[in-house]
């Protein structure tokens, strides 16, 4: 409908909507030689399209990459709705253990005490109570340099806890 309106009153002022010809782009300054680009092919082109801070396989330098931290977990808990999430990063190579988990050092030490095996990790028993209210945790990223992608959905919050103890305690 705005369109329409917008022809309209153009057509009624005798305005006209056609593109116009662009202006040139200005001539370079004369102290500045016109840019040139390479050969497409050539060893200049090549050498102009590699990205100079790509990584060698394996080693991203710290950077978060699209698989999460390049060194260390990015851990994620979802409600199962996906009405929200949270996401917080884990260094546990680093010391102290660092990262944007409030609970670094707990959760590297009940990482470390399941091997780093994530099915194994251990929490205190506690009495939750049956409700259904799923929330779904994942962690990506790499422990203590090896590659790891783990998703799991729990019950509730609760059972998540007994489950995990403070890996997923943010």
């Not at 330098?61 to 931290?69: F, V």
């Not at 990015?74 to 999430?85: E, G, H, P, R």
């Not at 209210?133 to 992608?149: F, K």
């Amino acid at each position: 409908m705005r369109l329409v309106t917008t022809l309209a009153v153009a057509l009624l002022a005798g305005t006209a909507l056609l593109p116009t010809a662009q202006a040139a782009p200005p001539p370079p300054p004369a102290d500045r030689p016109p840019l040139q680009r390479p050969a497409p092919g050539s060893a200049q082109s090549a050498e102009r399209d590699t990205p100079r801070d790509t990584p060698a396989p394996g080693d991203a330098g710290g950077r978060l990459t699209a698989h999460g931290p390049a060194r260390g977990l990015f851990l994620t808990v979802a409600a199962d709705d996906a009405t929200w999430i949270k996401g917080v990063t884990l260094d546990c190579a680093a010391r102290p253990a660092s990262g944007t988990h409030p609970h670094a050092a707990a959760a590297c030490a009940a990482l470390a005490t399941a091997g780093g095996r994530l099915d194994q990790l251990r929490g205190a028993p506690r009495n939750c109570v049956k409700r259904y209210q799923p929330v779904t945790v994942g962690v990506t990223g790499s422990y203590l340099g090896r590659a790891t992608t783990w998703h799991r959905t729990y019950a509730n919050s609760c059972v998540l806890g007994e489950e995990t103890g403070d890996v997923f305690r943010f």
